[in-house]
């Protein structure tokens, strides 16, 4: 299941590489947001409530605007009814998960790159807490885009149908993402996050096992 799996990653990877299509949606919006943000700034000082909340507004439009080609791409290629002969239902759900995961691992480590350069009160005073909530917070969103993705990959209206989907399932994961983000830049000690943390592995889990479950279901459908 393991080579299968790693399979179903490359072909998407492969794919990605040669029509860079997830990633250049990626990298324009984030760096068009960032831009917007800046100018709406100015010279004005921000509390930290609101800059860690815009850094997880960036991260999650920029995850709407690149994670939901994952099973479109294939309804679109017309590889849907050979990658459903081919592989298992659970190899199809982990390799695009795991494609998922490495996308939106890395575009996260530009924006936060990004947004540290060019917003200088953007300062992290506990890089432990930062870090740790920024993976978890990766593979949340990871987890909820591939299951949404799917869900809405045969649907007419597929760019309004995944925000308005993922909006209410992401609400949770934002809401103490960014409660971590901001203990980070308060330099708070690393205990004091551990209610998020465990919030965050806990939706993570839960998500896998749900849609595990119910992915059979919805590929096949």
């Known amino acids: 299941m393991i ?38 700034i100015g010279g004005e000082r921000v509390s930290l409530d609101v800059l860690a909340g815009m ?14 080609r994952s099973f479109v791409s294939e309804e679109e290629r017309g590889t849907t009814m050979t990658l459903q002969l081919l592989a298992q239902p659970a190899v199809v759900y982990f390799g695009k998960l795991l494609f998922n995961l490495v996308l939106i691992l890395s575009i996260n480590t530009l924006v936060v790159t990004l947004y540290v350069l060019l917003i200088p009160l953007f300062v992290v005073q506990s890089a432990s807490i930062f870090f740790l909530t920024l993976f978890l917070g990766s ?9 949404i993705a799917a869900i809405i990959a045969k649907a007419n209206s ?11 399932i992401l609400l949770p994961l934002l809401m103490t993402v ?15 996050a551990t209610g998020e943390f465990r919030v965050l592995i806990s939706y993570s889990v839960v998500l896998v096992a749900v849609s595990w479950v119910l992915f059979d279901y919805v590929w096949k459908d």
């Open 55 to 68: 850094l997880w507004v960036v991260i999650f439009f920029s995850a709407m605007s690149g994670l939901s």
């Open 158 to 168: 597929k760019g309004t149908l995944y925000p308005v989907l993922s909006f209410p």
């Open 178 to 192: 960014m409660n971590a983000t901001k203990l980070s830049l308060d330099g708070a000690p690393f205990t004091e």
């Open 3 to 40: 080579q299968q799996t790693t399979a179903v990653f490359l072909k998407d990877f492969q794919s990605e590489l040669r029509t860079r299509y997830a990633i250049n949606a990626l990298v324009m919006f984030v760096i068009t947001t960032l831009s917007i943000i800046l100018f709406s």
């Open 139 to 147: 593979v949340g969103l990871a987890c909820a885009s591939t299951i």
